[in-house]
């Protein structure tokens, strides 16, 4: 089946800065489509080269199989819905939906059903009359979902729609744009910068960075197994040690941090070399607490430590752990099981991980 | 504290109500006053509207008025027509330096009087100028060609004249208008026209209003331009004010002269904004 979107080679250059390099992806029809990176990686320079608006410097963007390089954004079978969406003011909410039907030249007649249709389906039945700023934000975002889901496009662009909610709302529409995605049975290509939009709603998710594609895939490979060490940094939280490789059997390593400890990792694959240098990655949540050492005895990786802050978040709380022989402090996640309800700043701790949630990348600097 | 507030508001308010009460409001007590005046013998006056009858009973008055109405109708028009399309480049297509050069350029003949300026007009459009020279040499025409004294070279000069008033609110209100939104409607399915009639030209209806409403003052108002430019045929109402103070001493139909203007000035004003649903809040605000 040929995918709906499909990327070959894409790349723009400003003058001397390269916004996207080299970057090709497919997109299967129906799929659920992210981009992440952080801010001013490239994402809506991709974006705005498939809706038409910029020109790629080589490359070339296919929609169905058929290359649209030639095709002018208005003829373009993609819409987008803008980081700020961009909702006309000057129009009514029913003129704001219809605007791209009575382009498409449809019948006053045909437009009023299907506005009626789409505002019913997305939940806002009878608002057509209402001014633009009559409306909250989650409700804009809607409307404009609303206002290109009418013209039945095969691929739908959001850059980061969900930027100016504020956090609940944001959390809200997540599942929203979810079963959205499913009820018009689309193709979302969607980009932000925040991971957890990305992980909760995605098929599939492209980590970006500086232009280009570090890892793609489903969220559990990106947060399981990120291939490179912008992706296991990026991608949910990690404690991170740079050092030189010491040991190395098979895909286990041993590597000697900069602050003195030592430290069992997995290199998965990578070739890791005595005396290379090398990063470890280690997630909060991977991390056991014990408060006497024979709780993490059946690990590799063992820590004495104090703790140095509680960071009370409800289900997400976190302790700051310091490590008695290096200094170094470690963020840990704190389990809920009520065990720990009493811990205070200063009590020693046990903490220890296995190598296989250690990840290990070659390079990295001090 | 509140007593304070109030002496502070007092005296901010007092230079606006003192110009407004002796050059605005206490001269056209005044004009009125003249101007409901006759004169029915040497330094004998009654009450009475005989100047605005003259004025409705007088042909060449009534088609001078009517002619200047529609002869600033459409340089305003021609102006918006001329400026759209500038104001748009400067505010939505140049970038950076240009934008803000471009913008100057608009400034930059206002620097000099408006003499001067008019008096540019003159050089470059007279028998003797540099437009009848350079016909001439490329050989289009054989003799002098004479481009001044009509109402096309008092027209341009209008237009000359009254470009930047049209442009400054015009980029204001354009640069408001949010580029995604143009690019919205790009990606909809809108062409350039229907984009410019639909998005781009209700968002600056205010600034296009206000535009029209001063360019349009302006050259109702002009004197120097028709005057200068313009020939025997495009009498200009303000020169018939000017005749009537100036040289025939007349000033009590000169007075009737002036507030039919004004009328006439506001009815035109008030219809514009009628047609276009604008209100004056709205568009100054
Ligand atoms: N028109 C342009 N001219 C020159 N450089 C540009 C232009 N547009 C974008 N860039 C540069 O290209 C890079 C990528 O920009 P882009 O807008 O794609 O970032 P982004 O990933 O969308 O960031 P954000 O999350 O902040 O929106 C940036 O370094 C930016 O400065
Ligand atoms: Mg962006």
């Known amino acids: ?214 890892q793609l895939g489903t ?131 046990h903490i220890g991980w296995n190598a296989g949630q250690a990840t290990c990348f070659a390079g990295g600097t001090e | 504290m509140r007593a304070e507030a109030r002496l502070g508001f007092i005296l901010l308010l007092t230079p606006l109500l003192l110009w407004l009460t002796l050059l605005i409001i206490i001269p056209h007590i005044d004009m009125f006053l003249i101007s409901i005046r006759e004169r029915v013998a040497v330094r004998t006056y009654e009450t009475g509207f005989a100047n605005y009858l003259t004025f409705f009973t007088e042909p060449l008055y009534l088609v001078t008025f009517m002619r200047t109405a529609l002869m600033s109708v459409l340089a305003t028009v021609m102006t918006l027509i001329i400026a759209f399309p500038v104001s748009y480049y400067i505010a939505k297509i140049a970038k950076g330096r240009l934008q803000s050069a471009l913008f100057l350029l608009c400034l930059v003949p206002f620097w000099v009087s408006e003499l001067v300026r008019t008096f540019g007009w003159m050089i470059l459009l007279r028998e003797t100028g540099i437009f009848s020279n350079l016909l001439q040499f490329v050989g289009i025409v054989d003799g002098p060609v004479e481009m001044l004294y009509n109402d096309t070279a008092m027209m341009v000069g209008l237009i000359y004249t009254s470009m930047l008033f049209m442009v400054v609110p015009l980029v204001t209100t354009l640069e408001s208008l949010d580029d995604s939104v143009i690019e919205a409607g790009y990606d909809l399915g809108g062409n350039a026209i229907t984009v410019t009639r639909e998005i781009v030209i209700p968002h600056a209806t205010p600034g296009i209003v206000s535009g029209c409403i001063v360019v349009f003052m302006l050259s109702l108002g002009n004197y120097l331009t028709p005057t200068m430019l313009g020939g025997k045929e495009s009498l200009w109402f303000t020169e018939l004010i000017y005749s009537q103070f100036i040289v025939r001493f007349n000033w009590e139909l000169g007075a009737a002269f002036g507030f039919l203007l004004l009328g006439l000035s506001s009815f035109i004003v008030w219809i514009a904004l009628r047609l276009t649903g604008q209100t004056l809040e709205k568009t100054m605000g």
């Open chain 1, 1 to 214: 089946m040929t995918p709906d979107l499909e990327c070959v080679k894409l790349t723009k250059t400003f003058d001397t800065i390269k916004a996207v390099d080299d970057v090709s992806f497919q997109v299967p029809a129906g799929s659920f489509f992210s981009i992440l990176g952080p801010s001013g990686c490239g994402k809506t320079t991709i974006m705005r080269m498939v809706a038409g608006f910029l020109d790629p410097t080589s490359g070339d963007i296919q929609i169905k199989g058929k290359s649209v390089l030639d095709i002018a954004p208005n003829k373009r079978p993609v819409n987008m819905v803008f980081q700020h969406l961009a909702l006309f003011p000057m129009m009514n909410i029913g003129d704001n939906i219809g605007y791209g039907l009575r382009r498409a030249g449809a019948s006053k007649a045909e437009i009023a059903t299907k506005v009626g249709e789409v505002l019913e389906r997305i939940g806002l039945p009878g608002i057509a009359e209402r001014k633009v700023d009559q409306l909250s934000g989650g409700q804009k975002q809607r409307i404009a979902i609303a206002r290109c889901m009418v013209l039945e496009p095969d691929v739908l662009l959001l850059d980061e729609p969900l930027g100016a909610l504020d956090l609940k709302l944001r959390e809200h529409m997540k599942i929203e744009l979810k079963s959205l995605q499913s009820a018009f049975d689309t193709t979302f290509v969607y980009i932000t910068h925040d991971q957890s939009e990305a992980l909760v709603m995605s098929d599939q998710v492209a980590v970006m960075n500086e232009g280009r594609f570090e």
């Open chain 1, 219 to 349: 969220a559990r490979e990106l947060y399981y197994d990120p291939k490179t060490p912008f992706v296991a940094g990026f991608v949910g939280d990690s404690n991170r040690w740079s050092g030189t490789v010491d040991a190395s059997s098979g895909n286990e390593v041993r590597i000697k941090t900069v602050s003195g400890v030592s430290l069992t990792g997995s290199a998965q694959g990578r070739p890791l070399a005595k005396g290379d240098r090398a990063q470890v990655f280690v997630r909060p949540e991977a991390i056991r607490v014990a408060l006497k050492a024979d709780g993490i005895s059946a690990f590799e990786n063992r820590i004495v430590g104090t703790v140095s802050s509680l960071l009370f978040n409800g289900a997400n709380s976190r302790v700051l752990v310091r490590d008695d022989a290096s200094g170094g402090e470690i963020d840990v996640a704190l389990p809920q099981s009520g065990e720990f309800a009493s811990l205070t700043k200063g009590a020693p701790l």
